[in-house]
């Protein structure tokens, strides 16, 4: 068996009873395998066993006291899973979902999609099984309070920068940023996402939405296509739902769907944007409240926004939303493209299905890597104690995304698996990360 192999069949047994864990596992290592057996170096070095292992984990209790007067108690985690290129840099994930295995599988997908963004962030990712659906303002307040009492002793501006993802936005992040500040008597970056009235970057609310539209436009391009008059489905309904919708309509598309895990509306006019921002940004409420704003949609409950016959999908919810069926009714609806918008929304199955189809897809790694490279730039300026301007950190996030297209475009065809970008991203991600750690010894 393959030293590749053996890794995967070894960690998968220290690790059980972690499904999303060893699904991220196997879809990196096995479109590694060709890489890694020609360097026989990196196994010498147990490049692949440490790559595997966390550099650190940190579980810890998160008590508070809701409305009605009673004491709770949620899970906490932050998984620092690499620093071989940068400090670790991750979101923190609030959902009643939450285990160790999902924020193992997010922080180890963060290594390779941090590197693919070219700039010095190492990887990590947290959260807890909190749910901040239905709680008050002070319920949430409290919960973000608490968790970050213990979180603040882990993390720094030069050792670990927690960010945003399911269920953690502006108004998370403001209370955390607010509880570390008091606690340690610093204002640093320790955490992005910020508000721009204290630290935050321009562009980063929309920078994971619209790098993937960027990339994938890109893409199209360099195969003779656009987004210009494409059916595009997207699932989900929050950050980065809203912000993919936005700019595939500003380069021309119609966008004929959107979800939450209620249920998801078809608008064949095109889903109205102002509509979802209200509802979801400004009410905090359900999809299914937008045919109260436009009769030509129809909210159906459930799953199925797949059904929906496009050019282009874009899944932006959550892991394994979109499974081997729902991928072979894209192919034959004729979809064409798909980018990630989520972390490992598509099942190992479904992946293999665009694959063996010759369908354009791009994991996630690689299509939802923009929010962490603004995240990145809004280290940057912290740093410098600067605030560069929308069109600034726009021009630089639609490099960045291009640069990856290219990346992992190039390394797919130089292993003879043109337009393969699972194999390109993955190994374009590894090489980096691999070579640093190399340099450094074995630590
Ligand atoms: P939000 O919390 O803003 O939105 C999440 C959306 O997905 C909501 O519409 C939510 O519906 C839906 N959703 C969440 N869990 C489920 C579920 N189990 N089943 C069905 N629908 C679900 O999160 P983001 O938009 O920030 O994140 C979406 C995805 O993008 C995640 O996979 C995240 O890891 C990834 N990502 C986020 C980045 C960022 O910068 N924010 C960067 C890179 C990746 P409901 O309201 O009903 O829960
Ligand atoms: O999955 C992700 O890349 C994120 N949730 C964003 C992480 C970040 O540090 O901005």
């Known amino acids: 068996m393959s030293y590749t192999m053996r890794v995967l069949e070894k960690v998968i047994k220290q690790n059980p009873n972690e ?83 999902i924020i193992k599988f997010l922080g180890f997908e963060q290594i390779l999609k941090n590197s693919l963004t070219g700039l010095p962030i190492g990887a990590g990712k947290g959260g807890s099984d909190f749910d901040p659906k239905g709680k008050s303002e002070r319920e949430v307040m409290a919960f973000c309070q608490s968790f970050m009492t213990e ?3 882990h993390i720094g501006p030069d050792t670990d920068v927690p960010a945003g993802d399911i269920g953690v936005g502006a108004r998370e992040i403001g209370y955390m940023y607010g509880q570390y500040k008091r606690l340690t008597n610093t204002f640093t970056g320790v955490l992005t996402g910020k508000g721009l009235t204290y630290g935050g970057s321009l562009t980063r609310k929309e920078a994971t939405g619209y790098g993937l539209v960027y990339l994938i436009e890109e893409m199209l391009r360099q195969h003779g296509n656009s987004f210009e008059d494409k059916t595009v489905a997207i699932s989900g309904a929050g950050n980065v739902a809203i912000y993919a919708a936005e700019k595939v309509k500003q380069l021309g598309g119609k966008v004929v769907t959107m979800s939450d895990s209620d249920g998801f509306v078809y608008d064949p006019e095109g889903i109205d944007l102002d509509a979802v921002k209200e509802i979801k940004e400004i009410n905090r409420g359900r999809i299914s409240e937008y045919t109260k704003y436009r009769s030509s949609a129809v909210y159906t409950p459930g799953r199925g926004v797949w059904n929906i016959k496009c050019d282009v999908a874009l899944p932006c919810a959550t892991q394994n939303e979109l499974n081997a069926e729902d991928a072979k009714t894209l192919v034959k609806n004729g ?63 639609k490099d960045i995304m291009v640069n990856i297209y290219n990346n992992i475009s190039n390394v797919a065809k130089e292993v003879g698996q043109e337009d393969n970008f699972v194999v390109g991203a993955n190994i374009a991600g590894f090489k980096k990360v691999a070579d640093a750690m190399m340099a450094h010894g074995i630590v």
């Open 151 to 153: 979180l603040y002793r």
């Open 19 to 101: 499904p999303e864990f060893h699904q991220a596992l196997t879809e990196v290592l096995t479109s590694l395998q060709p890489y890694v057996d020609a360097h026989p170096e990196y196994e010498k070095a147990g490049i692949l066993e440490r790559l595997c292992e966390p550099e650190r984990i940190v579980m810890f209790r998160v008590p508070w006291i809701d409305d009605s007067g009673k004491v709770q108690v949620n899970k906490g985690y932050r998984v620092q899973y690499s620093s071989a290129i940068g400090p670790y840099k991750g979101g923190i994930r609030f959902h009643p979902s939450v285990c160790l295995s």
């Open 335 to 397: 979809c064409i493209a798909v980018g990630e918008g989520a972390n490992m929304p598509s099942t190992l199955e479904a992946t293999e299905v665009f694959l063996q189809n010759k369908v354009l897809f791009v994991p996630g790694k690689a299509a939802n890597a923009g929010g962490v490279a603004v995240s990145a730039l809004e280290m940057s300026q912290n740093s410098m104690r600067l605030a560069w301007s929308f069109d600034e950190v726009d021009r630089k996030l």
